[in-house]
């Protein structure tokens, strides 16, 4: 089983900052990683697909990287909309497994 | 427009045996490379991934909870079914459905339904 850390577990931006989120793999995943939005009392966004593809209809401001083992979303110029719980996803091999997720909080 | 609602009772009592539907629209579960899964998320922890069906009723569960864990798919009614055995206290989350579009990871969710395992 691929172990996911996510990290940080809770970060404050100011609108317009960068934010980068990292996940790190406990065995190589090729690119098999994604990368989900939720709020409260929402369903999930797919938001990131394969480590660096933008979901269609996804604002050009989210962005992947990475590949193997560690991995990164990064929200550019971040907007108070963007506060929510993001999460990771590896699809390289069963049983599926999440990273701890991160809360963002728009100051 | 893809949307999942999850289904069932919000509060089973220790021992138990917890049924939970998956109502969809959008997509059809017999079409080729298509699945439904079930992920949950315990109150202020991480999510777990459950179990999932294909359209060919190929499924996979979490070797942890195999034993537990039935999924079952009505096509004609666009309903998956989980079912968790001998439930406890630890097993109190959120439940999401989830559809498999490309049948290699989930790519629309349903909202979520809230389950308390308590006497």
């Known amino acids: 089983e691929t172990t996911l850390t996510q990290s940080p577990a809770f970060m404050s931006a100011t609108p317009g900052d960068k934010v980068n989120i990292s996940c790190k793999a406990s065995q190589d995943i090729d690119d098999d990683m994604n990368w989900y939005q939720q709020k409260p009392g929402e369903a999930a966004i797919f938001i990131i697909q394969?480590?660096?593809t933008l979901v269609p209809g996804i604002p050009p401001r989210f962005s992947g990287s990475g590949y193997g083992t560690d991995f990164t979303l990064t929200i550019n110029n971040i907007e108070s909309e963007d506060a929510a719980y993001y999460f990771c996803l590896q699809h390289d091999n069963f049983p599926l497994t999440f990273g701890g997720g991160t809360k963002v909080e728009i100051k | 427009q893809i949307t999942l609602k999850e289904s069932g009772p919000t509060l089973v009592k220790p021992t138990q045996t917890l049924t939970l539907t998956c109502t969809f629209s959008?997509?059809?579960?017999?079409?080729?490379?298509?699945?439904v899964g079930w992920i949950r998320q315990p109150p202020g922890k991480a999510l777990e991934w459950l179990a999932l069906?294909?359209?060919?009723?190929?499924?996979r569960y979490s070797p942890s909870l195999k034993s537990r864990l039935t999924i079952t798919k009505d096509t004609s009614k666009n309903q998956v079914v989980l079912t968790m055995t001998n439930m406890d206290p630890v097993d109190t989350a959120t439940y999401y459905c989830a559809c498999y579009g490309s049948g290699s990871y989930p790519d629309y969710w349903g909202q979520g339904t809230l389950v308390t395992v308590s006497s």
């Open positions: 394969e480590a660096t």
């Open positions: 069906i294909y359209w060919d009723d190929d499924k």
């Open positions: 959008g997509f059809s579960l017999s079409t080729s490379g298509v699945g």
